[in-house]
C-alpha cells in the first residue's frame, strides 16, 4: 500500500511538472510570437480617431450609394473577412469596412461594450469620414447593434441589410460565458495553440493562403483580448435591452438568413418576423451556414442591386 502510495505520489508530481511545463512553454512561446506578429501584420486602411483612440476603416470603390460594412462578434479583421462581398460590392458602390475598437487593427479600449457606446463609436467614426447617407449593412450581432444605430439616427439610414444577423429574442443569448478561464487561456499561451489546431477557417478560393496567415496573427492579436471578452461579457445585457425592439417602420430591411439553421429550426421565423415588423421587408433564405457572405458573395451582392432599385434613392 505504501509503495502504491509512493508510486501515485510520483506519477502526481510528475504529472503536474509537465503540465507546469508544458503551460511555461506555451507562455513563453505567445510572448515571442506576439511580438514578432507586430511586425509581420500588413497594414490596410486608415484610422480615425475616436474617444482616443484608433479605429481602422478601409474604404473600397465609388458610385452613388455608400455602403457600410459591420462585422460579427469577434470576427479576427472585418477587412479580410469580407473582402469577397467588398470586391464585388465596390464595382459600383462605395464600401466602408468599419473595424470596431478591439476588432482588425483598430485599437482596444476599456469603454465598456454596451450597445450604446459601441454605436456611438462608430458613428463618431463615420461622423469624421462625412458618411451621413448610406446603407448599413452587417453580420451576425451587428444585427443587434443596426437597431440601436437606426434608432437614433434615422434620418442617416437609407437600408439595412443583414447577413444571417442576430435579432431580438433569439434563444440562447442568455449564456454565462467563462471570461476568467478564457482570459487566462490567452495569456498563457493556449488561445494561440487552439487556433494553430482548429485553423481560422475561411478555407476555399475566396481566401488566400496570404489572406490566412494574415488572419491568424491579428486573431491572436484580438481574440480574447480584453476588449473582445469584455463584449462577450455583454452579449447577455445587449441582448436583454434589444428584447421587442424593431427598425424604424419605413426603413427598407433586407435580410438574408440561413434556410435551414438545426441548432435553431425558429431561426428562418425569426427573420421573417422582423421583415414583417417594417413596411417594406425581405427575407432571401440561403443555403449554408452562418458566414454566408464567404460563400455567397456574389449572389448577396446582386441580390442586392435588385432590391436596391426603387428602394434606395440617390443621396439626398
Not at 502526481?12 to 510572448?31: R, Y
Not at 435579432?167 to 478561464?181: A, R, S, Y
Not at 452579449?235 to 421587442?244: C, L
Amino acid at each position: 500500500m505504501k509503495k502504491f502510495a509512493k508510486r501515485a505520489l510520483v506519477t502526481a508530481v510528475a504529472v503536474t511538472a509537465t503540465i507546469a511545463v508544458g503551460l511555461a512553454t506555451t507562455t513563453v512561446v505567445n510572448v515571442v510570437a506576439s511580438e514578432a506578429e507586430k511586425d509581420a501584420i500588413e497594414p490596410y486602411g486608415r484610422f480615425v480617431a475616436v474617444d482616443g483612440h484608433r479605429m481602422n476603416v478601409v474604404i473600397t470603390g465609388s458610385g452613388s450609394t455608400d455602403v457600410v460594412l459591420l462585422p460579427g462578434f469577434g470576427t479576427a479583421s472585418p477587412a479580410i473577412d469580407f473582402s469577397p462581398l467588398v470586391d464585388d460590392l465596390s464595382t459600383d458602390h462605395r464600401v466602408i469596412v468599419i473595424e470596431p475598437l478591439g476588432y482588425g487593427l483598430s485599437d482596444g479600449t476599456e469603454s465598456a461594450r454596451t450597445t450604446e457606446n459601441i454605436v456611438s463609436e462608430v458613428h463618431a467614426a463615420l461622423a469624421q469620414l462625412g458618411v451621413d447617407d448610406y446603407v448599413l449593412m452587417g453580420h451576425s450581432i451587428a444585427g443587434i447593434y443596426a437597431l440601436e444605430l437606426a434608432a437614433r439616427h434615422p434620418e442617416e439610414l437609407r437600408g439595412f441589410v443583414g447577413i444571417d444577423t442576430s435579432v431580438p429574442g433569439q434563444p440562447h443569448m442568455d449564456t454565462e460565458f467563462p471570461i476568467g478561464l478564457m482570459g487566462a487561456a490567452r495569456t498563457l499561451g493556449l488561445a494561440r495553440l487552439l487556433l494553430a489546431v482548429g485553423g481560422v477557417g475561411h478555407e476555399g478560393a475566396a481566401y488566400s493562403d496570404h489572406d490566412r496567415e494574415q488572419l491568424a496573427m491579428i486573431a491572436n492579436r484580438t481574440s480574447m483580448g480584453p476588449t473582445y471578452l469584455d463584449e462577450m461579457a455583454h452579449i447577455a445585457p445587449n441582448f436583454a435591452q434589444a428584447e421587442g425592439r424593431a427598425f424604424p417602420h419605413e426603413l427598407p430591411v433586407l435580410l438574408f438568413a440561413e434556410a435551414d439553421n438545426e441548432k435553431n429550426p425558429e431561426w428562418l421565423a425569426l427573420h421573417e418576423a422582423q421583415a414583417a415588423s417594417v413596411a417594406d421587408g425581405t427575407v432571401i433564405p440561403l443555403a449554408g451556414e452562418h458566414y454566408l457572405h464567404h460563400t455567397h458573395a456574389a449572389e448577396i451582392a446582386d441580390e442586392f442591386r435588385s432590391w436596391a432599385v426603387g428602394r434606395v434613392p440617390s443621396p439626398r
